[in-house]
């Protein structure tokens, strides 16, 4: 991109981020105007939540998690806002992750909750090493993060949880799911999600309609603090190769992504939806949350993870 072209918004700074997929040049203060409007906007377009409701924003020690944060208290500053965050426990999580989100807490005087797994219920991520579910540790990662933050934000009573999900992530998820056969669960990834039990809130996606490279550069723009390292536990995961891959298609056709997110969502989810009747869930006999069995997926986990190492873990 040449250094001349003007922003194509303001018209008189000198146009620095190219937005490809809407054919567009902003300067750096017009492009942070953009991505808070762009998520104004998604909030409004999904009815995700009224400017009068309590809302979470789930950190998930990562940038994009700081970038939601920053825009969604900037493109809705009457609105109280509360970050949770599920500590796993490792020194990533209670270190290296935490000193950038106190920083940002401090500069934006939001409340910050703090749930400890090894303080709450005895154990951390990395006591799964070693046992059949160690091979897919992101996917009980998930599981706890998003039971518990869950769990949290009910605890607060408030109305809704607002997760970091960009729109790769969306697209590269639907990408697997439909590679995988799992049709069904395509609509778990609509951008609001209504609660399936009563002891839940409902979730929300504002980053939806904003590409990952833009949460980063918003976040540089704005000289934010966020982890200068990322989880030790993601080398390799599957989605980090699909999302390379799914960016190397955007890079030989902008808005690529954007247009693979229409064609699920309004198409294919719909389709889904008239089709499918959604499974029954039963209490978990332990904690009361949702569950397929009458066991939920983070109880199994840790009754597994307390009888084969004998650790003290409270369950429930
Ligand atoms: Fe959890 Fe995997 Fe992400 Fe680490 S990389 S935070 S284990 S989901
Ligand atoms: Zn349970």
Redesign the pocket.
């Known amino acids: 991109m040449s250094k001349l072209v003007k922003c194509m918004r303001c018209g008189e700074r000198e146009g620095e981020i190219e937005l490809r997929y809407a054919r567009l040049v902003l300067c750096k203060e017009c492009f942070t105007e953009y991505f808070i409007d762009r998520i104004r906007k998604t909030v409004e377009e999904y009815k995700m939540f009224s400017p009068d409701e309590r809302i979470g924003i789930s950190y998930?020690?990562d940038k994009k998690s700081v970038g939601l944060i920053s825009g969604l208290i900037e493109a809705f500053p009457e609105t109280e806002f509360h970050i949770i965050y599920i500590d796993l426990g490792t020194t990533f999580y209670t270190i290296e992750a935490r000193i950038p989100l106190d920083e940002l807490v401090q500069k934006y005087g939001v409340k910050l909750h703090v749930y400890s797994l090894p303080n709450e219920k005895g154990y951390n991520?990395e006591d799964f090493r070693g046992t059949k579910y160690w091979r897919k540790?992101?996917s009980t990662?998930?599981i706890l993060k998003r039971y518990y933050t869950s769990y949290v934000a009910y605890q607060l009573g408030l109305d809704a949880v607002a997760t970091p999900h960009t729109l790769d992530d969306v697209v590269e998820v639907m990408f697997t799911l439909f590679l995988d056969g799992k049709f069904e669960d395509l609509i778990n990834m609509k951008p609001v999600q209504h609660p399936e039990f009563p002891n839940q809130v409902r979730r929300i996606k504002p980053l939806v309609k904003t590409y990952e490279w833009e949460v980063d550069e918003y976040v540089d723009i704005k000289g934010l603090p966020y982890p200068e390292t990322e989880?030790p536990?993601?080398k390799g995961?599957r989605s980090t190769l699909r999302k390379k891959l799914l960016k190397d298609f955007e890079e030989s056709e902008p808005a690529f992504m954007r247009k693979l997110y229409t064609v699920f969502m309004k198409k294919l989810v719909r389709l889904i939806e008239e089709r499918y009747e959604p499974p029954k869930l039963v209490e978990c006999k332990i904690c009361g949350g949702p569950s397929l069995s009458g066991i939920c997926g983070k109880c199994v986990r840790e009754v597994y993870l307390r009888d084969r190492k004998k650790l003290d873990i409270k369950i429930g």
């Open positions: 998930m020690a991520i540790i992101c990662c998930g989880c536990l993601k995961a």
